[in-house]
């Protein structure tokens, strides 16, 4: 018999910087993740590693080394590698994301409308594809947001419609509400 091993989460992600200032100008200076403590790599005496907070408790830890050279050319996206690294922001830190990269001269894909959530991409100094998320929905307590999206997608393939939108979002909460939280009401339709 074989068994999982059971995630229950992203434990940190491990990114090959350049020198140290490069790294933390970005992850703090830009993206706003505090820098909260540096080792050695335990596996590379020649290197740093650098550990940021990107807002929720988890850890971006970054590799770095000062000889190493920035090279701003887009990292490669072959089978097996990284296309890019997504960061949460509240609906009211992107309503001023493209103003606060414009600011700073980053180029920018612009607002992207996924339908589910809004999108932003952009590149970091060494060329890796980084995208600013938000969610357009909270999910109704106890769910998450996978819970939401997971309940979305089979009302999407259920109409046969190509994306999840915020019709399938919507629907979605209401559903996760009739199965989770309890009423006194013998009928629960829409009236």
Not at 46 to 54: A, G, N, T
Not at 58 to 84: A, N, Q, W, Y
Request: aromatic fraction near 8%; proline fraction near 6%.
């Amino acid at each position: 018999m074989h068994r999982k091993l059971q995630s229950q989460g992203v434990h940190h992600i491990t990114i090959v910087g350049a020198d140290r200032q490069t790294s933390i100008d970005f992850w703090e200076g830009v993206l706003g993740m505090p820098f909260i403590f540096e080792q050695p790599n335990l596996d590379n005496a020649d290197e740093s590693h650098l550990y940021f907070d990107p807002g929720d408790g988890r850890l971006i830890t970054i590799f770095t080394k000062e000889d190493r050279e920035v090279d701003p050319s887009r990292t490669p996206t072959d089978p097996g590698c990284v296309h890019h690294v997504a960061f949460a922001l509240s609906q009211a830190m992107f309503a001023q994301a493209v103003e606060r990269l414009d600011e700073r001269g980053i180029r920018h894909s612009g607002v992207k409308d996924r339908g589910f959530m809004d999108s932003i991409y952009f590149q970091d100094p060494l060329g890796l594809l980084i995208e600013l998320a938000s969610y357009r929905f909270e999910p109704p307590h106890p769910a998450t947001h996978a819970d939401v999206l997971f309940t979305a997608h089979k009302l999407r393939v259920e109409r046969g419609d190509r994306a999840i939108d915020r019709v399938h979002v919507a629907d979605a909460i209401e559903q996760l509400v009739l199965q989770t939280r309890p009423s006194l009401s013998d009928d629960r339709s829409a009236r």
